[in-house]
């Protein structure tokens, strides 16, 4: 059960204990149905969408290590870092607006200069 007292912080930290297990079910149990998610591909809204999302993501995620979380009853912030099918390090941010225990906005920013060194790794082979 959630407490009351810093809400969307737990959350927040249950939707990421799901999600780097890679448990979809779970971490769609967190998402609201009109979620928005800005990510740096663009935005996508609606629960059907992000779940798309999230399946293309966790096909290349092999780990992610939680650094640091804040949080309040509102809003919830935890810094990560993704080991990736491409990438073996990609810092990560996810910005959490939580209402009613469902994620409701999630805003990520994520590091994409070892993304693009891979790729330019891949097409120079």
Known sequence: MIEHQDRALQVALEYYGAWASKDLE???SFIADDVVCDAPAGRIEGARAYRGFLESFFQLLERAELIASFGDDETAML???NETVPVPSAPSVGHFTVQ?????RI????DR??????ARTRQAL
């Not at 805003?107 to 994520?110: A, D, E, V, Y």
């Not at 200069?113 to 891979?118: D, Q």
């Open 26 to 28: 779970q971490t769609m």
């Open 79 to 81: 810094l990560y870092d």
């Open 100 to 104: 009613d225990g469902k994620i409701t």
């Open 107 to 110: 805003r990520f920013i994520f």
């Open 113 to 118: 200069v070892p993304y693009e060194a891979a």
